[in-house]
Structures are given as C-alpha cells and as structure tokens.
DNA sequence: ACTTGACCTAGAGGACACTCTAGATTCTAG
DNA sequence: CTAGAATCTAGAGTGTCCTCTAGGTCAAGT
C-alpha cells in the first residue's frame, strides 16, 4: 500500500495542487460533493489526503466536460455508498462521455465556421477591396 | 441580388429557424448583439429579414463555442461600424478560436478519463470480484 | 511577543445568460 | 365577428456556480 502514506495537504495547497479557489473548496464540501469527510486538525482545520485531492482532480476533469454539480454530486453519492451500485455510476459516466463527444462535435462546426469567417478576413485585408463581400452576415453563398 | 428577396419573418419563425426562443431574440436585440436594427411592421412587429437570421445563426455557434456576449457584443459593434476595422474582427475571430481549441483538447483529455473510469466500471462488472479495486479516487496507477 | 498570513463559519453577493410576468395589442382562422 | 394565438414592453426572477464579507481563531517567522 504505497498509496496512503500519511501525507497531508492544507485546503491552500490543495487548491493549487488541483487549480480550485479554497472557497470552491469549501463549497465542494458543504455541497457534499466530495466523497470522504475531510479530516480536521486539533484546532478545526482542514486536512486533505492524497486519495481527496485525487478526486477533486477527477471532479475539475468532469466539471470541465461540462457535468453539472448536481450530477456530480449524484456520482459522490454513489461512491460514498460503496459496492453494489456500479451499474448506476457507469450508466452516468456514459452518459457524460455521450455529451462530451456531442460537444466536440459542436466546437469543431463552430471552429469551422469561425476558421471560414478568419479566412475571409484575411483574404480582404490581403486584397485591400471594398467590394461589399465583407458584411460578415452573408454565410450564404450567394454573392453578387 | 438574390440574396435580400424581399422574405421577412416574424420572432416566432426566427427562434424556430435559429432554435432560440422569442425572449432570447428580444433579449439580444435590447443587448446590442445584433447588427443592424431589426426593421417593424406598422403596428410595432418584429419583421427579420434573411440576413437578420444569418447573422443569428452566426452568433448561436459562437455561443455554443463559449464565446460570452460581451464579446459578441464587441463584434457586432465592429461589424455594425461597417468597413475599416477588419483586423480587430481578426483578431477576436482568431482568439476565440484558440480558445475553441483548448476547449477540444480539455474535453478529450476529460474524456480520455471518463472512458478509463468506463473500462475500469465494465472490468468490475464482468468479473464480479470485490477486491479493493473499485475505489474510483483511485486514479494513480498504484494497485494492490 | 508580535505581526502577518492562512484558516474558520454562515451567509450574502455577483456574474452570466437567459426566462418569465403582467397587462396590453394585434393578427389569424373559423 | 370572435376566440385564441402571437406579439409587444419594461422589468423582475431564476438557475448555476462560485466568490466575497465579516468577524473571528490559529500558526509561523523574527
């Protein structure tokens, strides 16, 4: 068990480490967003071990593939729970990774569009014309 | 000119075509995100024409690509100003391609995880064992 | 010892992008 | 002609996701 050896990390640390403010953090804990209760020090503070900060990792990768806080919240439950309940958590991640997939699909249309409209810029500035080819809302093709 | 045939629409058309609803057009006419002003009937409606929806379609996939309004805002201000400052259109064109980009490979990367996290969920099921594996804060490569 | 900075709670506040309400008018189909 | 659907305005309200404040306690360096 190389995997928990007693290392421990203050919530500023951690928020570095995992590029959170400590008031998201604080936050991911009342919202019961994080698996494992956070261990305090003597005097009350936070004490991170490595196993909260790599979840908190896993929760800024889902939360930037655009998973609401309540579905994220769904997946902590599910964990906190223990065995017994995978089906439940795969069924969610699949359903992320469906979204995440459709969302590529939409960035890269929206990438083409906006390479289309760089091109077209570009092509005016080389050419110095004023043509009227350059009202920015005829995507259409039809040109004069 | 085949391209202003006289053909106008009302709201109701326009959020159907451009898949925004009617408060979202009102919306973005009262923010400035349009570029010209949307011309009325007698009575005070709403009367798009076919370059009105264009530049619409324009701005949902710039929406959907992050892009926030005030800097769709910015662009129809440049476009509504007409000829002379293409290169800033440029610029923010390019920009919000770069970020587009990151975008994509943000979400691969998150995808990358969730598809790990999938296979791991989908090996527990076949092999319907419980040996400690199946703690999904595990993400370093250290097992048991 | 003292100062500076990190940390604590509970709750208010803010940014963003709409979304909805109310009350009135107007268009359209039967 | 009339009922119902669509539209109008100005402004208030909503959901999401944090971010900040106030008023403290605690820890570390000099």
Redesign the pocket.
Same mark, same amino acid.
Request: negative net charge.
């Given at each position: 068990m190389a995997d928990d050896d007693g290392r421990t990390f203050?919530?500023? *640390?951690v &928020?570095g480490a995992v590029g !959170? +403010?400590?008031? &998201? #953090? /604080?936050?991911? *804990? =009342?919202e019961q967003l994080l698996v494992g209760p956070i261990e /305090?020090? &003597? +005097?009350? $503070? $936070?004490r991170y071990r490595p196993v909260d900060v790599d979840w908190l990792r896993v929760c800024t990768r889902l =939360?930037e593939s655009g !998973?609401? #806080?309540?579905e994220l919240k769904r997946f902590a439950t599910l964990v906190r729970e223990g065995p017994g309940n995978e089906i439940e958590r795969l069924s969610l991640l699949d359903a992320q990774r469906e979204r995440v997939d459709q969302q590529i699909r939409a960035l890269e249309q929206a990438r083409e569009i906006i390479t289309w409209k760089v091109d077209v810029y570009e092509q005016h500035l080389r050419n110095d014309e004023a043509i009227g080819l350059w009202d920015p809302t005829l995507t259409t093709g039809a040109q004069p």
């Amino acid at each position: 068990m190389a995997d928990d050896d007693g290392r421990t990390f203050t919530i500023g *640390e951690v &928020a570095g480490a995992v590029g !959170m +403010s400590v008031h &998201a #953090l /604080r936050f991911y *804990e =009342r919202e019961q967003l994080l698996v494992g209760p956070i261990e /305090r020090t &003597a +005097s009350g $503070r $936070r004490r991170y071990r490595p196993v909260d900060v790599d979840w908190l990792r896993v929760c800024t990768r889902l =939360r930037e593939s655009g !998973m609401p #806080l309540t579905e994220l919240k769904r997946f902590a439950t599910l964990v906190r729970e223990g065995p017994g309940n995978e089906i439940e958590r795969l069924s969610l991640l699949d359903a992320q990774r469906e979204r995440v997939d459709q969302q590529i699909r939409a960035l890269e249309q929206a990438r083409e569009i906006i390479t289309w409209k760089v091109d077209v810029y570009e092509q005016h500035l080389r050419n110095d014309e004023a043509i009227g080819l350059w009202d920015p809302t005829l995507t259409t093709g039809a040109q004069p």
